[in-house]
């Protein structure tokens, strides 16, 4: 696969020293095949680099509560703890606050590396309060990457402050770039002191959008372009999406399904639009990856996140918590580099070791050791960081999916277990959390994990997954093509279906 | 004459951001406009500002008292769906 959506010429031979992507040896990988100067502006960084975001953490400030447009996805009106997902916070912070919060949590979590600003609404539509956040940022903590994500609508206006704030990555959520489709996400925008609805609306936000990404492009500043997949409505149309903003020189295209609840009070959960399922999600992540970077491990965080991906930290940092902290900045800053720089020396090893293996296993495949003719696998691994399968099959709140092949093993995506609650009686559902994992796991044939009860384990079998306890602590990607060759072994993958029973 | 906030309001600080008159302060429990200084944007826009970036239907009332973005306005869900929606939630 080469990356046509940078440099054409570079991106090939760039890659010297080998593969750092923990994907290696798959047509997923990311890092690899990205110009030196790029890799080394992502692959700390945990939303842009698939590896990274095992190791390193991110957090957001809340400090752009305006927004300036409406999509049918989202409700301002609703916070409730348990939620996690964009446009929820539980509290709105000032730049001072927030500047406070971001020295605290980074002076806590030696792996944190971003900081990013994603709402609770629009940060372009909020400038003072974020471009302030970022100035003393700059100034107070000038080892934390600074990223942005927007609707678009107000970027052309702010590309010559985002430079200036040396932030090298935004995110900008492109849902169409056909204005009728438009219509049917967006209600309406706030534009030149007015309320602008309908087609007309959506015209606007589309020419903002795909101006700001170009204008952002020109300044050599990394985009990532975010998409909710709506069935129905632009699932399809995505593909050209994907297509235009790799043109126009997106780093990253990451596609995300809609999360609608009627709960939630959005247009779209009250109409009962339905969300994807996670294999149209996937088959829609396929075709639009082409010869694109795909980002597949995006957990769609609050605007209040805190910690690594997929965890949430942010009850600890509190306003008033942070106040009681005793913090010693600069030393704090000193333990970081220092953290960072050996997870930065693992991860080479790592690379260097995979590709010692690659070039010890790739031969013997082609000699027919695994032959072409196996079906690929997907398995899900429960894991708590560090790349290695450390998680209690009870305790995951959400599993990694990886499908193994005889071209290799790819990472391709993540399945949360309670996606929308924790199961309180607060909430409507109360589904219990075994068989709401068990339909997470839908078309994965095994599950690895640390550790796994008896009541899961039957459960599991009897839903077609084999439970897997048997690779604690190793890492996944090796423990991954560990069990597709036992599975080899065993018979079970000759011909086209899965040869043991789903009702055992 | 002058707009007013109602609790529904979320304290989104947009409305604040976009008065002209500087008019709109945050409240103990939401934000708030100061009828005295409100000039309903005469002179400077066509439309109120407030009104026209409001997120939230029903949080700012005309002068006449009546919602400047009444139900379904702003998110294009019909009342009724709304209604239906919720008491299927309560009866869960
Ligand atoms: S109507 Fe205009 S002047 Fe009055 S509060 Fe709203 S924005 Fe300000
Ligand atoms: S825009 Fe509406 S919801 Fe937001 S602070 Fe003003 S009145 Fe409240």
């Not at chain 1, 990311?30 to 890799?39: A, G, M, W």
């Not at chain 1, 030696?110 to 940022?137: C, H, K, S, W, Y």
């Not at chain 2, 409100?38 to 066509?46: I, P, Q, S, V």
């Amino acid at each position: 696969m080469e990356l046509s959506v940078l440099e054409h010429g570079k991106a090939g031979s760039s890659s010297a020293g080998g593969c750092s992507s923990s994907s290696c040896g798959s047509t997923d990988d990311q890092l690899s095949h990205l110009p030196d100067s790029i890799r080394a502006k992502v692959q700390n960084h945990p939303c842009y680099s698939e590896e990274a975001h095992h190791y390193f953490a991110r957090m957001h400030v809340a400090v752009a509560p305006a927004c300036n447009i409406q999509c049918h996805y989202c409700n301002r009106k609703y916070d409730c703890a348990n939620e996690s997902r964009p446009g929820v916070v539980s509290e709105v912070l000032t730049p001072d606050q927030a500047v406070k919060k971001v020295k605290a949590v980074a002076a806590t979590i030696p792996q944190m590396t971003v900081l990013g600003i994603a709402g609770p609404g629009d940060p372009l539509a909020n400038p003072q309060r974020t471009f302030e956040t970022f100035r003393q940022l700059t100034e107070q903590a000038p080892d934390i990457k600074l990223c942005v994500s927007t609707n678009g609508l107000a970027l052309p206006d702010c590309v010559e402050e985002l430079a200036k704030h040396n932030i090298d990555h935004v995110t900008i959520t492109i849902n169409c770039v056909d204005p009728k489709i438009g219509a049917k996400i967006y209600p309406w925008i706030y534009w030149n002191n007015k309320r602008i609805r309908g087609v007309k609306a959506a015209e606007i936000l589309i020419r903002q959008q795909q101006k700001g990404l170009e204008m952002l492009v020109e300044r050599g500043i990394l985009v990532k372009v975010n998409s909710v997949m709506i069935p129905g409505v632009n699932d399809e149309h995505l593909k050209e999406v994907s297509r235009i903003v790799k043109e126009k020189g997106a780093f990253l295209h990451n596609v995300m399904p809609l999360i609608a609840e009627a709960e939630h009070g959005t247009f779209y959960g009250v109409m009962g639009q339905r969300s994807p399922d996670p294999e149209e999600l996937q088959d829609l992540q396929d075709s639009c990856a082409g010869d694109m970077n795909m980002m597949r491990h995006c957990r769609q965080c609050r605007a209040d996140a805190v910690g690594m991906l997929g965890e949430d930290r942010g009850d600890e940092f509190t306003l008033e918590k942070i106040e009681q902290m005793d913090i010693d900045y600069e030393a704090a800053m000193v333990k970081r580099a220092a953290v960072q720089a050996s997870i930065m020396e693992e991860l080479d090893e790592k690379a260097a070791q995979k590709a010692r293996l690659a070039n010890v296993s790739v031969p013997s495949l082609t000699e027919g050791r695994i032959s072409r003719n196996y079906r690929s696998v997907q398995m899900a691994v429960a894991t708590n960081g560090g790349g290695l399968i450390n998680e209690h099959f009870g305790h995951a709140r959400e599993f990694l999916i990886y499908e193994a092949s005889p071209e290799g093993v790819r990472f391709i995506g993540h399945r949360k277990v309670d996606q929308f609650c924790v199961g309180n009686d607060s909430c409507g559902e109360k589904e219990s959390a075994l068989s709401g994992s068990i339909r997470a796991l839908k078309g994965c044939e095994a599950v690895l994990c640390s550790k796994i009860g008896f009541e899961p384990w039957s459960d599991l079998e009897a839903a077609g997954i084999h439970p897997n306890g048997e690779h604690a602590m190793e890492p996944i990607e090796e423990a991954v093509m560990a069990v597709y060759q036992e599975m080899i072994a065993a018979g079970r993958l000759n011909g086209e279906k899965a040869l043991f029973q789903a009702n055992a | 004459m002058a707009l007013k906030i109602v609790e529904s309001c979320v304290n989104c600080w947009a409305c604040v951001d976009v008065c002209p008159s500087d008019a709109i302060t945050q409240g103990s429990a939401h934000f708030q406009i100061v009828t005295s200084k409100c000039t309903e944007c005469d002179g400077d826009y066509a439309e109120q500002q407030c009104a026209s970036i409001c997120p939230v239907e029903g949080a700012i009332l005309l002068a006449d008292g009546m919602p400047a973005n009444p139900p379904g306005s702003l998110t294009g869900i019909p009342p009724e769906r709304l209604a239906e929606a919720m008491n299927e939630i309560q009866a869960r």
